[in-house]
């Protein structure tokens, strides 16, 4: 059997997950490069700093390493989609018009390598919650389907406010929170 294999979660048509060593995969074969070339796409960037993207939108799950990321952005510069530049010590890579032409034909591609990503990383997220705050959304998502339609004077208002207060807290706008969290969405279609 080789390295990398296809694992299908039940006989039907249910989707393929893609495996690695046993461990499933977090992108799919191709995804880094369309996602780092659309990265590029949208402003110049140095390797590091594509690594720490790709690594956040995994909320660090999955971090591309160096012996990944620059011989990608090299095979970019090799194919003309890139030139790069020392600023500040650091090399930057800039989009060219090649690397354009490249989105421009590889558009649909781009924005289905977004969604996995950003459906993977919800996933890794979900997975990652701990059990009381899986139980407690589990049981707000059956309440609002109990409760559909029947709002009352007010109700939804104070409902979204309490959402909004969890929202502010998790994202460190509340005096009391840690960190702040960054939410990541894939490019609108």
């Known amino acids: 059997m080789s390295r990398t294999s296809t694992v299908r979660a039940s006989k039907e048509d249910a989707p393929a997950i893609p495996r690695r060593n046993g461990q499933p995969r977090v992108l799919s074969r191709g995804d880094l490069r369309l996602l780092v070339l659309a990265l590029i796409g949208e402003q110049p960037r140095h390797g590091y700093e594509l690594i720490q993207h790709i690594s956040g939108l995994f909320m660090q799950a999955y971090t591309p390493s160096a012996g990944t990321m620059y011989p990608l952005l090299a095979s970019f510069e090799q194919a003309g989609w890139v030139a790069s530049e020392e600023e500040?010590?650091?090399?930057?890579?800039?989009?060219?018009?090649?690397?354009?032409?490249?989105?421009?034909?590889?558009?649909?591609?781009?924005?289905?390598?977004?969604?996995?990503?950003?459906?993977?990383?919800?996933?890794?997220?979900?997975?990652?919650?701990?059990?009381?705050?899986?139980?407690?959304?589990?049981?707000?998502?059956?309440?609002?389907?109990?409760?559909?339609?029947?709002?009352?004077?007010?109700?939804?208002?104070?409902?979204?406010?309490?959402?909004?207060?969890?929202?502010?807290?998790?994202?460190?706008?509340?005096?009391?929170?840690?960190?702040?969290?960054?939410?990541?969405?894939?490019?609108?279609?």
């Open 88 to 189: 500040d010590g650091r090399r930057v890579f800039r989009i060219t018009a090649a690397g354009e032409f490249e989105l421009k034909v590889q558009r649909t591609q781009v924005r289905l390598a977004q969604r996995r990503a950003f459906d993977r990383a919800r996933e890794i997220t979900k997975a990652s919650l701990p059990p009381p705050l899986a139980t407690a959304l589990r049981e707000f998502k059956q309440a609002l389907v109990r409760h559909h339609g029947r709002w009352s004077e007010g109700e939804a208002e104070a409902v979204a406010e309490q959402l909004s207060r969890a929202s502010a807290l998790l994202n460190g706008a509340l005096a009391d929170a840690p960190y702040r969290v960054t939410p990541t969405e894939p490019d609108p279609a």
